[in-house]
C-alpha cells in the first residue's frame, strides 16, 4: 500500500499548492484588471438585475490556470528527475489540450473587452479553432499510444469497439463538452462550484485506479477551483471568462481520454451537459414553433433566474445535482 501512501502525499501537497496558488494569483490579479478597467460587458437579453455586475473584472481564471500549470510542472519535473519523463506524455499533451482551450477563450475575451460587447469571436471561428484543437490533440495520443478506440459503457463489463468511427466520437464529445462549461459559466460561483464537485471525483477515480497522472491534474484543478471560489461566490469580485471556463472543460475532457472512460467522465459532468442542452433545446424550439419558447430564458440557470430564484439558491442545487452525478459514476467504478 506504498503506493496509496504516496499518492495522498502526492494529492495533499498538489492540491494545498492549487489552492494556496490560486488564492494568492488573484489577489495580485484582481487589482490589476481594475486598474486597466477589464470588465464584463453585460448580455443586453439577459436578466436586468445583472447591469449591477457591469464591469466587474473578467479573465480571472488566469489565476487559477496560473496556480494549476506551476503545481503540475513541479509534479513533472520531480517524476522527470526520477526517470520517468517518458510515462508523463500523456499528461502533457492533456495540459496542452487544456492550455488550447485556455488560449482560444482568452482571444474571445480580448476581443470582447476591446469592443466592449459580448460578441468576441464568432460562434463558427470558436467551433473551429476548438475542433481543430481536438482533432491535433486526439491524433498525438493515438500516435503515442494513449488513445483507446473501445467504448467502455458505465455500470457494465461492455466495450463497444469503435475502430476508426471513436475519432469523431471523441472529437464530438470534447468539443461539446468544453462548450457546455462555458455555457454553465453564467452565474456567481456556478462553473467553479460545478467543476470542484467533478473535480473532486476525478480525484476519487484516480485512487481507485492508481493513476497518478490523474491524480496530479484533479488535485491541482480542484485546489485551484477552492481558490478561486474566494473572488468568485456570490457577490462575485472576479470572474472567470472564456479562458477559464474553455480551460475547466480541456482538463476535464483531456482526463477523461487519459483514463480511457470518455462516457464516465461525461456522467460525472453531466450537470454542464443539460445546461447546455436547455440552450440547444430552446434554439430550436424557437425555430420550429416560429418564435416560441420552452424556457422563460436559456440556459436553464438563467430560467430559473426568471423564474424567482436567487444566485445562491441556483448554485446550491447545480452543485447538490452535480454531486449526485458524480455519486453516481463513482458508483459505476466499483459495482
Known sequence: MEWLQTMGVTAGILGGGALLLSAVFGGILLPILRRFKLGQHIFEEGPSWHKSKEGTPTMGGLSFILAFLLCVAGYAVYRAVRGEGRELIPLALTVVFALGNGAIGFVDDYCKLIKKQNEGLTERQKLLLQVVLAAAYLIMMRATGHLETALHIP?????????????????????????????????????????????????????????????????ALLGGMLGFLIYNHHPARMFM????????????????????????????????????????????????????????????????????????????????VSVLFCLLAFLSCIL
Open 155 to 219: 455500470f457494465t463489463d461492455f466495450y463497444l469497439e469503435l475502430s476508426w468511427f471513436a475519432y469523431a466520437v471523441y472529437l464530438l464529445v470534447l468539443v461539446g463538452f468544453v462548450n457546455a462549461t462555458n455555457l454553465t459559466d453564467g452565474l456567481d460561483g456556478l462553473a467553479s462550484s460545478v467543476c470542484a464537485t467533478v473535480a473532486a471525483f476525478m480525484l476519487a477515480f484516480s485512487f481507485l485506479t492508481g493513476s497518478f497522472e490523474i491524480c496530479s491534474l484533479s488535485c
Open 241 to 320: 471568462g472564456d479562458t477559464g471556463s474553455l480551460f475547466l472543460g480541456g482538463v476535464i475532457m483531456g482526463c477523461a481520454v487519459m483514463a480511457g472512460e470518455l462516457l464516465l467522465f461525461v456522467l460525472a459532468g453531466f450537470v454542464f451537459v443539460l445546461d447546455m442542452l436547455s440552450s440547444l433545446i430552446q434554439r430550436y424550439y424557437f425555430k420550429l414553433t416560429h418564435g416560441k419558447r420552452l424556457f422563460r430564458m436559456a440556459p436553464f440557470h438563467h430560467h430559473l433566474e426568471k423564474c424567482g430564484w436567487r444566485e445562491g439558491q441556483i448554485v446550491a442545487l447545480f452543485a447538490g
